[in-house]
């Protein structure tokens, strides 16, 4: 069983798509890479920019304890708020993955 956390971010007003991407790559995800237990991490971006969300990220952990516990942390707590004031809109929470169709192995 693998549990994430998955945070869904809306660009400041004022900020274009291209530099949301870029803050989001090059300034939150450093922060997010000092959370312990990490076992993955992704990020999804819309191919339309004006969709109602502009990136949807994944962090996995092994346990549900590890993700639980992620924001008891002063790197998990930071990122965390880094996340809600650097953005317009934000949906953060744990979640328990459910695979329907697994990824086929390469």
Excluded at 26 to 33: A, F, S, T
Excluded at 78 to 89: D, F, G, K, P, W
């Amino acid at each position: 069983m693998t549990y994430k956390i998955i945070g869904i971010l809306k660009r400041p007003d004022g900020m274009t798509f291209e530099q949301f991407k870029t803050w989001w790559v090059e300034v939150h995800v450093p922060r997010v890479m000092k959370w312990p237990g990490i076992v993955a991490y992704e990020i999804n971006f819309p191919l339309n920019e004006n969709e109602s969300f502009d990136g949807v990220a994944a962090v996995s952990f092994d346990t549900r304890e590890a993700a639980e516990k992620v924001f008891q942390t002063p790197e998990g707590n930071s990122a965390r708020s880094a996340a809600i004031t650097e953005t317009s809109r934000n949906v953060i929470f744990v979640a328990e993955e459910v695979v329907i169709v697994p990824r086929p192995a390469r």
